[in-house]
């Protein structure tokens, strides 16, 4: 179990804890499963992550990497951490936005690659 980004969230997993808004409102109860619906709402309501079962943010990690052509993530891992060069990259929340930075980059030029506008 692990909380990740309100963007890796798929409509199929399984809340492992209540999903708040910001002001302690119970949005959706831990141990229903997820649609896209839910996953709107969640935008919405400026969700930005939750805590899903048996999903660790490593486990995204792991799957970005293996879906994403190797020779664009390195160049796009290359241009990102110039831009993260005196960050800590130590500390989690700079990692997971150079993370987050990193896929930003990657669907940029594969969009541009295949002809798309990029949002």
Not at 17 to 44: C, P, W, Y
Not at 69 to 94: S, Y
Request: glycine residues 6%.
């Amino acid at each position: 179990m692990g909380k990740i980004n309100i963007s890796d969230v798929r409509a199929g997993m399984v809340l492992a804890a209540d999903v708040q808004d910001r002001n302690g409102r119970t949005l959706l109860v831990k141990g229903v499963e997820i649609s896209d619906k839910h996953i709107r709402i969640f935008k919405m309501w400026g969700i930005t992550e939750a805590d899903i079962q048996g999903v660790a943010l490593e486990d995204v990690a792991a799957h970005d990497a293996a879906t994403i052509d190797p020779v664009i993530r390195e160049k796009a891992e290359q241009e990102i951490m110039l831009l993260f060069r005196f960050a800590d990259m130590e500390h989690a929340g700079t990692k997971e936005l150079a993370r987050l930075a990193t896929l930003r980059y990657v669907r940029t030029k594969t969009e541009a690659q295949d002809g798309h506008q990029s949002t």
